[in-house]
């Protein structure tokens, strides 16, 4: 991991940078499935980071915003600490705990987290592939990357409705599947479960939920 600067010292956040950093923050947002104690989530809508994080522009350059809203909370991040987010959302400024890589490491492992469970790049506008043949051939080494981890870090990598991006349970994918071998139409079960017929089909030939039979 790359080394993240000391905040402390670099921070020199006015009142209008406050202002600013939470008129870019949604406090409507989801309620951690797994933790629902803690309340929605704090989602920060501005830039994001290449790792999903929330991306606050201050000082000349851009920060995590989780990092950011971390020091307003608790005035500095010590040395080596890795702002952690108990709520798994990247984008999240709210529940936010301070931990050593080691810290971290150990609560991926034991949350089955991944990073990659979904689609990184969105593939609309000036960012689809068909605009800008550059996206294409960057989001294809995004993806060779992604398969690689799978392939060398499987531990890091949740499946199927762990997922914050799945909208199917594995009971679905059952029926799904049963009801694609009792001659069901694709597009009709798409309709139904509000997916892409290409979710549908994917579910079918176990190109996707390859571990539920
Ligand atoms: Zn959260």
Redo the contacts with the bound molecule.
Sequence with gaps: MKKQPSLSERFNISDSDINRFWSKVNKD?PT?VHVPH?G???IFSGGKTRDGYGAFYLNGRNHPAHRVAFVMQKGRIDEGVIVM???D?PE?V??LSAGTQADNLADMRAKGRQRYCGPKKPMTGDLHWSKNPKNKDALRSLNEKVRQARINHPELFIRGEKCHFAKLSEADVLSIRSRALAGEKRALMAVEYGVSVTVIGNVITRRSWKHID
């Design positions: 947002g951690p803690l929605s989530c704090w987010h108990d709520c959302n999240c709210r529940h």
